[in-house]
């Protein structure tokens, strides 16, 4: 067969289009369609929809604030429900919290409006409510020394009818006076401030917490403001106290009467920083209140105060030796509770001229107060201090001062009391002075409590609100027994009681006590309510080392000191049973003490069993 050339170019198109067909079937060959995979995807793509279409519904109700949580979510991990919960709180309260700023804002411009418009109604209301507390707190309340802020009394007892205001006083002095909340005088205040501002010399008797401090206060700021005395001239006024805690009482009582005052005021006790007490002389103290034992020439007025109690302190040398060195042109101001002949021979050394005599206890029935409910009992001395303890227990809720004759009774008995859970302060001559003032002044701002002191807290203190006064171991004579009960039932309608322990051999003493005016009537005790507690003592006591060396002190000192009473009579040492004694400080047998007792303790026991028939033994010391 012959080949033309439109064969050939039929036969070469035909190839080109089966070429392409052969290329396209290639293809096709290569990516087969799988229907069943095009389906899933299509599946895949709906389902991806429908989730984008839940999200947006679910951000469309989502707060702003969760919107920033859900972001922060691919950054941190997700929070505890607990957790979103409490920051949404806060959020919340945040936002409250700015609101009522916003408010209060407001309310206190608005108040800043009111106050300006009204400042001078608002004065008024304020001066109304404070005159009222003060006579709220004049009904209720004891100030000062023994004074009771009132209206106008009528003379009765330690008050007087005449105020203040009818002196003839400087004005600093008359708004000090009512700032302290006086307003009428005490009996001895009426009668001494007088002639002291006449420049007389006074001798004034008084009990206990009848206001004797400002009676002599009032007159000495008088003093040296009408001279105009300045800190330059030195001291013009001492004022000497027998004990330091009366010092610093009469020192605060001074400062709030020279509130008004361009004088200055000082303080010289024993056991203080003596060069700052120097330093503070020399800078110049218009008013110095003192214990004895200084020299000062420049004087104007000498003021003695608890003259008799100085006198016991063994400072009458030093007393002598003061009135000797001061200058002889100088008023002087001598106050007691009692006149005893010590007494009238310092009155005698101290005065220049025969003083005023200021004495507003004559005719009286009783030389105590007469608020004070006065008693005794009488116990065996082992069972002393089960019903000191018993007695103490039922009180505590009271404020209650219990009176020791030795410093180191003081000690052992507060440390005992301690231990067997009864809290208590302590007052004793051995302790430093800071010691002493810090007790003294958290007791006075204590509503109940128990103070263990011997007789330095005896004289002049004004504590307030004492509710019990008990004389553990016997005062060395009637007049110190007026003294230390002289604590309570201070001031104008005052109440308190006071309890004497007494041991079978020394009831005579409640005959010397009538004969000085103190009413007491006895106090019964059954002994089967005491408490049962002796046995466990001994044992605390003997198994304690410390305790054991302070009960034998306490043992020593209380002998010691029984030893020294004035009243021998009574008080006598040899007629002691030491092992009863020993009972009462815990002890089962007589501890061994070394002890100086005049040698005439076996004449006096030979005699006292001849005469009166004492069979008992007395332990050898």
Known sequence: MAVTEENLAVQSGGSD??????KRNRNKSKTPPKPHKVKVEEEMKIEEEEKEEKEAEVEAEVSPKKRKRNRKKSKTPPPKPSEVKVEEETEEEMKEEEE???EEEKEVDLKKCKRDKKKSKTLKAEVKTEEEEIDEEEE???EGLGLKREVKGSGSGIMSSEAFSVLPISEPTMNAIKDMGFIYMTQIQARGIPPLLEGKDVLGAARTGSGKTLAFLVPAVELLHHIRFTPRNGTGVVIICPTRELAIQTH?????LLKYHSQTLGLVIGGSARRGEAERIVKGVNILVATPGFIYKNLKCLIIDEADRILEANFEEEMKQITKILPKARQTALFSATQTKKVEDLAR???QTTPVYV?????????TNEGLQQGYCVVPSARRFILLYSFLKRNLSKKVMVFFSSCNSVKFHSELLKYIQIDCFDIHG????????STFFDFCKAEKGILLCTDVAARGLDIPAVDWIVQYDPPDEPKEYIHRVGRTARGEGAKGNALLFLIPEEVQFLKYLKAAKVPVKEYEF???KLANVQSHLEKLVSNNYYLNKSAKDAYRSYILAYNSHSMKDIFNVHRLDLQALAASFCFTSPPKVNLNIDSNASKFRQKSRRIEGDTRQFVRY
């Open 17 to 22: 289009s089966t070429k392409e067909k052969r």
């Open 100 to 102: 009522e700023d916003e």
């Open 140 to 142: 209720e309340e004891e």
């Open 252 to 256: 605060a009582v001074a400062k709030d």
């Open 349 to 351: 050394l101290s005065f």
């Open 359 to 367: 004495d507003v206890d004559d005719g009286r029935k009783r030389v």
């Open 430 to 437: 051995k302790q430093k002075q800071q010691k002493r003032t």
């Open 526 to 528: 059954d002994q089967k």
